[in-house]
C-alpha cells in the first residue's frame, strides 16, 4: 500500500479492476451462452460465483471500489439479486491502516500530536472504506475521535467509478438501461466526492445543527482548529450500539424506536435534509429514547419541490388514487415513455405494492415492527416487479432517500418496537416543508 492510492498504487490498482473486467466479461459470455438451455439455478449459481469475484477484487482496495458495497442497496433492480447479496459482504471487510501511516496524515494537517492531544489511541475504533477513526484527548480534557481519510482516495474516485461501470455494463445483467445506470452512478459520485472532503462534513453537521425541532436527536461538536480536509476531529458522545439497544426493555426499545421514526419521518417529509448513511454504527442511543448521530459525510438535500412531490406522492397512495400516483411518476421522471402510457398494466402493481407496503400501516393505529413482514411481501412481489421493470427508471435525486428509509427499517425491525406510524405520519404531513438554511461554502 502506498500514498497514492491508499491500499495499492495507482497502475496496479487500475490493472486490478481491469482484471476484474475482463473475468466479468469472460463469464458473461459463458451465462449468454448457458442461457440458450433450460436451467435457472445454473443461472444463479453463476450470477453467485461473479457477485464473489467482485466481492474478492474491490474487497482489496478502498475509497469508491469498496465503498460499492455500502452502496449495495442503491442497485437492487439494477442488478440481480444474488450479485447485490455478494456485494452487500463488502460493507464488513474494511480493515484499518496501521498507525504509522495514519500519524503523518494528521501531522500534515494540523502539526505535531503532542502540541494538541493529551493521547491519542494508535488502535483505530473503527474502519470504513472512506477512512478510519481514533480516540484521543485533548490537553484541555474533552474526549474527541480523530477522523482521517486514506490516502489518495478522493483522487481515485473518478477513475474507480468509471472502471466500475465498464465492468457492471460487460457484466450484461443490468436490468435498466445503460442511461439510467449513469444516472445513479453520477449521484453516487457526487456524494463521494463530498463524503472525501472533511470540509464538507463539517457543513454538513453545522446544517444538522441548526435543526433542533426533533427533540432528543444529538450530534457531536467538530473542533474547528484541528479540522480540515483530511482530518476531522470530533467531540466523543459515547452511547449504546444498537447490537446493545435490542437488549434492552420494550419501554426503552419503543422510545428509541419513536425518535428513530420522527427523525426519519422529518428528514424525508419536512426537511428534505437525509442523514443518508442509516449504517447502524452511524447511531448511538442513550437513554429517554434520545439518540446520537455520527457520520456527516454522505448527505443528501432533496430540492424543496421533490420534497413537496414526496408527500403529494405519499397521499396518493395512501388514497390508492392510481391516476394521480401515475402522473405524479411521470412528473418525477421514473417511468419511461413506454411506461408513461401504460397506467392500465401498471395498475396491478400500484394495487399489490400499495397492499404490501401500507396496508397494515393504514388498518392499524400502531405499527409493530417486531411483527412485520414488508421485505417478505415486497420479495413475493419480485416476478411482477420484473415483469414491469422496463416501464420504470431510476430518479438519482431519490436514490439516497431509499437508501435511508430501507437503513431505518432494518433498525426499527431489529428493535422490534411498537410505534404509532400513522400518527406521526399525519403529523408530519400536516406541517409545511421547511428545508434547512445551507451554509454559502464549506468551512476553511
Known sequence: MNDESGTQTGGRRGRTLLGLGMRTAARSAWMGARALLPGESDRAAALQALGADW?????????????????????????????????????????????????????????????????????????????????ARLHDGRAVVVKVRYPGVRAAIDDDLRQL???????????????SLDGSLAEIRARLHEEADYRIERQNLARFSADTRVPGVHLPEAIDALSGESVLVLTEHPARRLSDAVQASPIEREQWAL??????????????LIHADPNPGNFGFLPNGELVLYDFGCIKALPPGLVEQLRVGLQ??????WSEL??????LGALTPSGAQRLDALRPLYEATHEAALGRLLAEPDYDFGQDEIH??????????????????????????????????????????????????????????????VPATPPA
Do not use: C, N
Not at 461501470?165 to 442511461?179: G, H, P, T, Y
Not at 396518493?316 to 388514487?321: F, L, M, P, R, V
Not at 411481501?377 to 437508501?403: K, Y
Open 376 to 437: 417478505e411481501r415486497m420479495r413475493a412481489l419480485a416476478p411482477l416487479h420484473f415483469r414491469h421493470i422496463r416501464d420504470f427508471r431510476s430518479v438519482p435525486d431519490l436514490l439516497f432517500a431509499g437508501r435511508t428509509l430501507s437503513g431505518y427499517y432494518w433498525m426499527l425491525r431489529q428493535l422490534e418496537a411498537t410505534v404509532p406510524l400513522r400518527a406521526l405520519l399525519d403529523e408530519t404531513l400536516s406541517q409545511a416543508v421547511q428545508p434547512v438554511r
Open 326 to 331: 401515475h402522473a405524479l411518476l411521470i412528473e
Open 55 to 135: 466481492v474478492r477484487t474491490l474487497g482489496q482496495l478502498k475509497g469508491a471500489a469498496m465503498k460499492l458495497g455500502q452502496f449495495a442497496s442503491l442497485l437492487r433492480g439494477v442488478l440481480p439479486d444474488p450479485v447485490v447479496d455478494q456485494l452487500e459482504a463488502l460493507q464488513q471487510q474494511a480493515e484499518p491502516l496501521p498507525f504509522d501511516r495514519i500519524q503523518p496524515i494528521v501531522e500534515d494537517q494540523i502539526g505535531p500530536l503532542d502540541a494538541h492531544f493529551e493521547w491519542i489511541e494508535p488502535q483505530a475504533l473503527a474502519a470504513a472504506s472512506m477512512g478510519q477513526v481514533h480516540r
Open 165 to 179: 461501470a465498464r465492468i457492471i455494463k460487460s457484466a450484461r445483467v443490468l436490468q435498466i438501461d445503460a442511461a
Open 316 to 321: 396518493h397512495g395512501i388514497a390508492s388514487d
Open 259 to 272: 425518535t428513530l421514526s420522527r427523525w426519519l419521518l422529518h428528514q424525508l417529509l419536512t426537511t428534505g
